[in-house]
């Protein structure tokens, strides 16, 4: 099985700055894509920013400028810089890669238990 671990969320003041971090572990063949997505209280989940293996990205419109999203082959980790912080942006952030197990079998989702980051002052 494979396991993602976040860890870089909490409390920050409007305009601040986060980095969140996502370790991805187990029997692991190759991941391709990972990206970050986050859920507000109320909301529906959404995409934040992707990463390919190739190192595409896309963001969503209301961070363009702001997140940067960036991963290590080597470690199976991506990394989310989140500056410019807006009350908005308030919201649990949930890794996700896809992943391939063994060289036969197909590419599986795996999320992540989810970071709160919190933008109050």
């Known amino acids: 099985q494979v396991q993602l671990v976040e860890s870089g969320g909490g409390l920050v003041q409007p305009g601040g700055s986060r980095r969140l971090s996502c370790a991805a572990s187990?029997?692991?063949?190759?991941?391709?894509?990972m990206g970050w997505y986050r859920q507000a209280p109320g909301k529906q989940r959404e995409l934040v920013a992707a990463?390919?293996?190739?190192?595409?990205?896309n963001y969503a419109d209301s961070v363009k400028g702001r997140f940067t999203i960036s991963r290590d082959n080597a470690k199976n980790t991506v990394y989310l810089q989140i500056n410019s912080l807006k009350p908005e942006d308030t919201a649990v952030y949930y890794c996700?890669?896809?992943?391939?197990?063994?060289?036969?079998?197909?590419?599986?989702?795996?999320w992540g238990q989810g970071t709160q980051v919190t933008v109050s002052s």
């Open positions: 990463i390919t293996s190739g190192d595409s990205t």
């Open positions: 996700n890669a896809r992943v391939k197990l063994t060289i036969a079998t197909p590419v599986y989702d795996y």
């Open positions: 187990g029997s692991i063949f190759r991941i391709y894509a």
